[in-house]
């Protein structure tokens, strides 16, 4: 059974940093492209970072960039994403999320239950 | 980035409604398309990818159409676990794989 099971979210001050971490167990962890999208509070989904199955490509959306650093640990099933120069609008839920398909983005296809991110001083 | 936008961004509808949401793109996105259902204190649930087969385990009720800038998700008919918010997202390309806005469906 495929699993993803994010951590780290908290309270941060605005200008802070956090790191989520997503562990993953269920599949081969190293042969799916993984991708981490938010939700604030009431509002609807955001994407907001991808990295491909070796880690050598990430992606960004707009609102993160410069701020975000994906990465991923293929020896350890886990996936990161460390936050900067924290805002009040990086605040909501942070899923990860796995491709449907190997080598190919059509779909997420599981989901982790998400961390929740609050910034507030 | 490509943009989507969803219409209507609210439905109001009956147990047994056929009911379509629809997924517009700034740009062409051949079939590159997904629809999501996400109910209140979850994750999504992957409905629909390619713009129109159905994920694995979703009801036959569920379909969805579309290719190029235009895509419709249609529930034949409404049953009471449909009520939720829809998603739809871009997969062209590379990512940021961006999402429409959401439409929520709510019972009448």
């Known amino acids: 059974e495929v699993q993803l099971v994010e951590s780290g979210g908290g309270l941060v001050q605005p200008g802070g940093s956090l790191r989520l971490s997503c562990a993953a167990s269920g599949f081969t962890f190293s042969n799916y492209g993984m991708h981490w999208v938010r939700q604030a509070p009431g509002k609807g989904l955001e994407y907001v970072s991808a990295?491909?199955?070796?880690?050598?490509?990430?992606y960004y959306g707009d609102s993160v960039k410069g701020r975000f650093t994906i990465s991923r640990d293929n020896s350890k099933n886990t996936l990161f994403l460390q936050m900067g120069s924290l805002r009040a609008e990086d605040m909501g839920v942070y899923y990860c999320a796995r491709d449907r398909l190997i080598a190919a983005a059509t779909g997420l296809g599981y989901w982790g239950q998400g961390t929740l991110v609050t910034v507030s001083s | 980035d490509i943009q989507l936008t969803q219409s209507p961004s609210f439905l109001s509808a009956s147990v047994g409604d056929r009911v379509t949401i629809t997924c517009r793109a700034s740009q062409g996105i051949a079939s590159n398309l997904a629809w999501y259902q996400q109910k209140p204190g979850k994750p999504p649930n992957l409905l629909i990818y390619?713009?129109?087969t159905l994920q694995s385990g979703v009801p036959s009720r569920f379909s969805g159409s579309g290719s190029g800038t235009e895509f419709t998700l249609t529930i034949s008919s409404l049953q009471p676990e449909d009520f939720a918010t829809y998603y739809c997202q871009q997969l062209n390309s590379y990512p940021p794989y961006t999402f429409g806005q959401g439409t929520k469906l709510e019972i009448k």
């Open positions: 990295v491909s199955s070796n880690g050598d490509s990430t």
């Open positions: 390619a713009a129109s």
